[in-house]
C-alpha cells in the first residue's frame, strides 16, 4: 500500500484488511471510468506537442498562499506559466497522458528556452501518488511548499466549502465526521489509483496539516535539496524577504513586483477557543514531527 495513504489511515484508525472488501462496491460510473479516461488518452496521444514543460512546481498547501506566490512568480521577467493556474494533472489527470498535461503549455514565447517554466496545484503534495508521477515526468523538477498553521488552514478550509456549498456542516461537525466521510475513499485510492475520492479531497480538514507525511512522501522520491518549504505565516508578514529565497532557490535573478498583493484574503470567521485549544493539542505532536523534519520551528 502506498506509503501516504498508510499514514492517513494509521491516523484514521481504519483497518487496511477492508480495501479488498471495499474496492468491489464500485459505481457503475467508476467502472466505465477507465474506458472513457483510456479514449481520452488515445486522442490526446495524437495532438502531442513540442513544449517546454515545468522546471519547477508550487505543489502545496491548500489555503496557505499558494495563489499570491504564483502570481509573484509568473510575473517575474525570467518564468513563464500558463495561465490557468491549478492543473491538476498529476493528482486527476495523469491517466490522460503527459500529451493532456502538454496542451496547458502551448502559446509559450520564441525565448522560452531562456525561461523557467512552472505551474501551481497545491494538491500535489497531498495527493498520495502525485510525488512519484511527478519523478516519473519531470525527475529534475524544483518544488515549493507554503505551509500554514493547520488549525487556521482547517478553518479557511471549512469556510471555502461552506461558500462554495460542499459542505453543510459547522466546522466541529465537519472535523468530528472527517474520518467516517474519507476513509472509504482511502481505501479505494489504495487499491486504485486512479481513483479519485471526492469525500478525501473535499473534506479532509484535519488530515491535511499533517505536514510532516506529506514531505516525507515527497521526499522518497526527489532529493532534499530539489524542495523549499516556506512558512506562509513569515511570508504574508515578510514578503520581500521570502521571495528572495523562492528566487534563490529556482536560481533566477532577484527581482520583485512592484507590489506585494495578498491575492486571496478570506473570511474573517471566529473559531471557538475551545476548539482552538483542542486542536492545538491534537496537532502539537504532528507539528512537532515537521519541526524535526524541516530543521526548523514556526511556533504553532
Not at 111 to 121: C, K, P, Q, R, Y
Amino acid at each position: 500500500m502506498n506509503n501516504l495513504i498508510n499514514k492517513q489511515l494509521d491516523v484514521l484508525g481504519g483497518q487496511k484488511n477492508n480495501a479488498n472488501k471495499i474496492s468491489q462496491n464500485r459505481h457503475f460510473r467508476e467502472s466505465i471510468r477507465p474506458l472513457y479516461r483510456g479514449l481520452r488518452k488515445s486522442y490526446y496521444g495524437l495532438l502531442n506537442e513540442e513544449v517546454k514543460l515545468p522546471n519547477f512546481l508550487i505543489v502545496g498547501g491548500q489555503k496557505c498562499g499558494t495563489s499570491s506566490l504564483h502570481h509573484y512568480l509568473a510575473n517575474h521577467p525570467s518564468v513563464w506559466s500558463p495561465e490557468k493556474k491549478e492543473l491538476h494533472f498529476f493528482d486527476y489527470y495523469y491517466d490522460y497522458g503527459v500529451p493532456f498535461y502538454k496542451r496547458f503549455f502551448r502559446k509559450q514565447p520564441d525565448n522560452i528556452a531562456d525561461l523557467l517554466v512552472g505551474e501551481a496545484t497545491p494538491e500535489y503534495i497531498f495527493h498520495p501518488y502525485s510525488a512519484e508521477r511527478i519523478s516519473e515526468v519531470l525527475p529534475e523538477v524544483k518544488a515549493i511548499v507554503l505551509l500554514r498553521n493547520p488549525i487556521e488552514r482547517a478553518f479557511s478550509a471549512w469556510g471555502m466549502g461552506v461558500r462554495q456549498g460542499w459542505e453543510s456542516l459547522n466546522f466541529e461537525g465537519a472535523i468530528a465526521a472527517e474520518g467516517e466521510r474519507i476513509r472509504g475513499d482511502l481505501y479505494k485510492m489504495s487499491t486504485d489509483k486512479n481513483f479519485y475520492g471526492y469525500e478525501w479531497n473535499h473534506h479532509s480538514y484535519l488530515l491535511r496539516g499533517h505536514y510532516s507525511h506529506q514531505i516525507e512522501n515527497w521526499l522518497l522520491h526527489f532529493k532534499r535539496e530539489n524542495l523549499l518549504v516556506l512558512s506562509a505565516e513569515r511570508f504574508f508578514s515578510n514578503t520581500k524577504e521570502e521571495f528572495k529565497k523562492v528566487c534563490e532557490f529556482l536560481e533566477l535573478d532577484e527581482w520583485y513586483p512592484e507590489e506585494f498583493k495578498n491575492m486571496f484574503v478570506g473570511l474573517n470567521n471566529e473559531l471557538s477557543i475551545k476548539t482552538r485549544k483542542e486542536l492545538e493539542t491534537y496537532f502539537q505532536p504532528y507539528n512537532q514531527e515537521l519541526y524535526a523534519l524541516i530543521k526548523d520551528d514556526y511556533g504553532w
